[in-house]
């Protein structure tokens, strides 16, 4: 039993939902308790979909349990399939149904149906939404994909696999690649799940490789169809500027294309931006970032080598995708935190006091609270990761608008000279926000690290007046290392002099 | 001035009722915790559940996010389904964490779900169970939101129907007069205190409090009103109690609002010029600032879909004070015996529907092509997309809408998404 605030995913069939919701002709017959209908909101809400998603639920009630569930699950699939006619049906269970084992793919597979019918299996009290949508979009590829027709395989072309219903810029990332690629002179063969029906994965084998945009979803159905059609799939995300170098020259090697016209013909701002003077600010400042798998280590490669920042922690939710996670926080000297536990990250968050965080809805609310400037990376999503405007993370405009989302939090250059110089200004002060974030933004809350406190002693008041001069976005981080330095050398009371020598120390 | 609701002779009975059942699209009684952990501001509610209960009361939940919020979901996983783990340590475990973390909580809810029903795991014993580990400090209650047995509102329902049981009996025989039943804005409690009181009433308890110490007092002979048509459960157990249920219409718009009080004047003898003196006022000033939500809506046809139970006394609402013709007034549940008043005031040749087939009731709803549809989130945006001008119906429960001084609001929640289809030119 897991005590559990805020969740960053949903159950397995709410990534169920996301494959098929983001596909044309395919309905979901999901054997369901009244209220598990909340999830349509998701997408007719949060995404702003136009269309219920194609999901029909059983709504059993108790006085059911006792009598027949199983004959109200055929029912409900027999009705679904005259009412929307649709090309292939996925079934399952969520948490509840699950539980009194109806078994809803035998149930379906009962009804004779004249469309393929697709059971799934999703361990709702094992597994979460993500591993939910990359089985079921596995589930479905596997049952449908047809005998490759090697006549008519293009070998400058592809598939692109995994964008979904309800996923963090998939509508924009998916543009931007789709530009890329036929700039390359590379046919998209099949994009899936979204907005793929049923005879479009058919399809699938007829590509001559693969990339799969987000492995959350794709990777195992990249995998298998690896094996069994001998596609080859990409394993490069293409966020960021050097990750979008590296999968151009990826997707030509694999269609068998010169790379150097398409690296010259793309252009991003971001390295221009970076070099220019004003972001000499930017450097070193301290980043926290938390997110799926994909988007976090994509941050994290983007922060470091690309903006110059320092990453003081790194994470991901996703645990089926820790190993690389790990991986890629060992090479920062970090250790990864990996964990589903919001309480968690938020302490971890208090503890490093970043300048920064990059990280989800979740993380927006813990910087909120604390008072650091977030910008956001990663689903989970809210009604505003669905912006009007085009945004993708993916590509080289990705990149321009990574420069911009994640700068924009932040002091501008001299503005946090000035603020340096003049902190007893009376209206530029601490407690003022960036000037360009507008008045009465979130003042920081004093979210003092406790944990290097020296035993005994503590903040002389000269110390801590003095303290208070240094302005406010790196005071968290001096407290920390002059505790630090306090405790590594067993002073017991800090005084100005303490304070000065740690900075002097730190500087080094 | 004329103070017009009296209660209309029952029709109820003969009102025709559409029964269906089928997809349901409407939330289970977990939603309640939404707005009941603002209400009780010393209570937490711990949902005994799967990842989807946490997940929903999230996204129902918008992202609101609080400091840190008064609820949360022991989820339960494998190992506690396989009985690797006793599943009573377990929970007790995660009620120790969360309270050592939270001093300032005096009552826990423990909360039912689906899969804690299914799996038959028995939350009263719990709830006695650490009641005795926690007591004083914390007072430990559980009931059901599960989605087998409860939709939305009926969460609440079996909340304060919980809470009936431990409040104070009073000493000395004192017989607490008047009970209002139902969570209610808090600025809707304090108007409507400040009018009983006018009317000569000075102790009337509301149900929930504030707070989980002072919970109203109630005795054989209390009477109680009921501010919301959906707790059937809740006036069974204040009947169990010995108190007096006062039939009453529910106090939305003026004359809703004034039909609640008359009923409760009537109850105790109360002269009409006292109880006019008390409302008149407030029912004038109602009558005003409803005026130009009249204007837009008059002669405007809505259907709703089910979704709070508070559909039927809705219904009325707009037709009785807007002038608005009902077309389907769907509602997951009829309670006939607290609407009786409601279901009379309702035009004749209006279809009452209880239950969903929520497929058919959309080929209805086109069918009949209303001016208006409240409806709840998962259908608002693909009926607007159709052409539909839609209501979500979660913000008639969610916003203040009860009383003489929240009469023009509601009837705004109304007129806004007509006057908004009206303003745009894209």
């Known amino acids: ?508 | 001035m004329n103070l017009p609701f009296r209660a209309a002779p029952s029709s109820c009975n003969d009102i025709p009722v559409l029964r269906e059942r089928g997809q349901r699209e409407v939330f289970c009684g977990l939603t309640g915790i939404v707005w009941l952990h603002r209400k009780i501001q010393d209570a937490f509610f711990l949902v005994v559940g799967s990842r989807t209960c946490a997940h929903l009361i999230q996204s129902a939940a918008g992202v609101m996010i609080f400091a840190e919020p008064r609820f949360a979901t022991a989820i339960i996983d494998e190992r506690d389904l396989a009985g690797l783990s006793e599943i009573d340590a377990e929970l007790d475990r995660v009620v120790n964490r969360l309270l050592e973390r939270r001093p300032d909580i005096k009552m826990l809810f423990l909360v039912g779900s689906c899969p804690s029903e299914v799996i038959k795991l028995d939350l009263k014993r719990a709830a006695a169970r650490l009641s005795q580990v926690h007591s004083p400090k914390v007072r430990v209650l559980n009931y059901s939101g599960s989605g087998i047995e409860t939709t939305f509102t009926q969460g609440e329902d079996a909340c304060l129907a919980a809470l009936v049981p431990f409040s104070p009996l009073p000493a000395n025989g004192y017989v607490p007069p008047l009970l209002v039943a139902g969570a209610l804005s808090d600025v809707a409690e304090d108007q409507f205190r400040r009018i009983f009181a006018g009317m000569g009433l000075t102790d009337v308890g509301f149900l929930p409090a504030r707070t989980a110490g002072s919970m109203p007092a109630i005795a054989p002979g209390t009477k109680y009103l009921l501010a919301q048509p959906f707790l059937n459960d809740t006036a069974r157990a204040l009947d169990e109690r010995g108190a007096i249920h006062i039939p009453a219409p529910f106090p939305l718009g003026a004359e809703g609002t004034t039909g609640w009080f008359r009923a409760a004047a009537d109850a105790f003898g109360i002269a009409e010029s006292k109880l006019r003196a008390a409302t008149e006022a407030g029912h004038i000033r109602a009558k005003l600032a409803m005026e130009p939500h009249r204007e837009m809506l008059e002669g405007k046809r809505i259907f709703f879909f089910p979704d709070s139970q508070l559909e039927i006394p809705l219904a009325r609402f707009v037709s009785q004070e807007l002038g608005m013709e009902p077309v389907e007034v769907g509602t997951p549940y009829l309670q006939r015996a607290h609407l009786a008043q409601e279901i009379g005031q309702l035009p004749a040749g209006t279809v009452v529907s209880e239950g969903q087939d929520v497929e058919k009731q959309l080929d209805r709803c086109r069918e009949a092509r209303p001016d208006l549809v409240v409806c709840g989130l998962g259908l608002a945006n693909p009926l607007e997309a159709e052409g539909f001008t839609t209501k979500w119906s979660i913000e008639l429960v969610f916003t203040p809408i009860h009383g003489y001084e929240q009469a023009g609001d509601l009837a705004r929640l109304f007129s806004r998404p007509m006057d908004r289809r009206t303003r745009l030119g894209v």
């Open chain 1, 1 to 508: 039993m897991q005590l559990t605030l805020w969740t960053y995913e949903g159950p397995p069939h709410i990534g169920a939902m996301r494959i098929a919701t983001a596909m044309q002709g395919l309905h979901y017959v999901l054997h369901a308790p009244q209220g598990d209908t909340y999830a349509d909101l998701l997408f007719t809400m949060i995404e702003r979909r136009s269309a219920r998603p194609p999901v029909t639920y059983t709504t059993f009630q108790a006085r059911d349990l006792g009598g027949d569930t199983a004959e109200l699950f055929k029912t409900a699939a027999a009705d679904a399939y005259a009412r929307f006619q649709p090309q292939a049906m996925i079934v399952g269970a969520s948490c509840t149904a699950e539980l009194i084992q109806d078994d809803p793919g035998g149930l379906a597979k009962a009804l004779a149906l004249p469309i393929p019918v697709i059971p799934l299996e999703l361990p709702s009290y094992q597994k979460k939404e993500n591993w939910g949508a990359s089985e079921t979009f596995y589930q479905i590829v596997r049952a449908l994909a047809q005998p490759r027709r090697e006549a008519e395989v293009n070998p400058r072309s592809c598939n692109i696999l995994g964008p979904t219903a309800l996923g963090f810029r998939h509508r924009d990332d998916l543009a931007e690649i789709v530009k890329l690629l036929e700039s390359m002179g590379i046919a998209v063969n099949v994009v899936a799940p979204l907005d793929a029906t049923p005879d479009d994965i058919r399809r699938i084998p007829d590509a001559a490789f693969n990339v799969v945009l987000y492995p959350e979803a794709a990777e195992v159905a990249g995998r298998w169809l690896e094996r069994n059609f001998k596609q080859p799939m990409t394993s490069i995300v293409p966020i960021g500027v050097a990750a979008t170098r590296d999968f151009i020259a990826q997707v030509a090697k694999l269609a068998g294309l010169d790379a150097d016209a398409a690296l010259k013909a793309g252009e991003s701002r971001l390295p221009w931006y970076s070099r220019s003077v004003d972001s000499t600010y930017l450097t070193g400042k301290r980043v926290f970032i938390f997110g799926d798998a994909t988007h976090a280590l994509a941050a994290a490669r983007i922060a470091k080598e690309e903006l110059g920042f320092e990453v003081v922690g790194l994470g991901t939710y996703s645990r089926e995708f820790a190993r690389p996670v790990r991986e890629a926080a060992q090479k920062l000297g970090l250790e990864a935190l990996i964990t589903d536990d919001y309480l968690e990250v938020e302490a971890k968050v208090a503890e490093l006091q970043p300048e920064l965080v990059l990280g989800t809805q979740m993380e927006r609310h813990i910087a909120k609270k604390l008072g650091f400037p977030c910008a956001v990376i990663s689903a989970p999503v809210h009604v505003q990761d669905f912006p009007a405007r085009y945004s993708p993370q993916m590509g080289f405009e990705g990149a321009n608008v990574i420069f911009d989302s994640w700068v924009h939090p932040l002091m501008m250059g001299l503005e946090e000279h000035l603020l340096h110089m003049f902190r007893n200004d009376f209206e530029f002060n601490d407690k003022a926000a960036a000037s360009h974030l507008g008045h009465g933004a979130a003042k920081p809350v004093a979210a003092q690290a406790t944990a290097t406190q020296p035993a005994e002693g503590g903040w002389a008041p000269e110390a801590e007046k003095e303290l208070q001069k240094v302005p406010f976005f790196v005071r968290g981080k001096a407290r920390r290392n002059t505790e630090r330095f306090a405790t590594e050398r067993g002073i017991n009371l800090i005084t100005i002099e303490t304070l000065y020598d740690a900075k002097a120390h730190y500087s080094r």
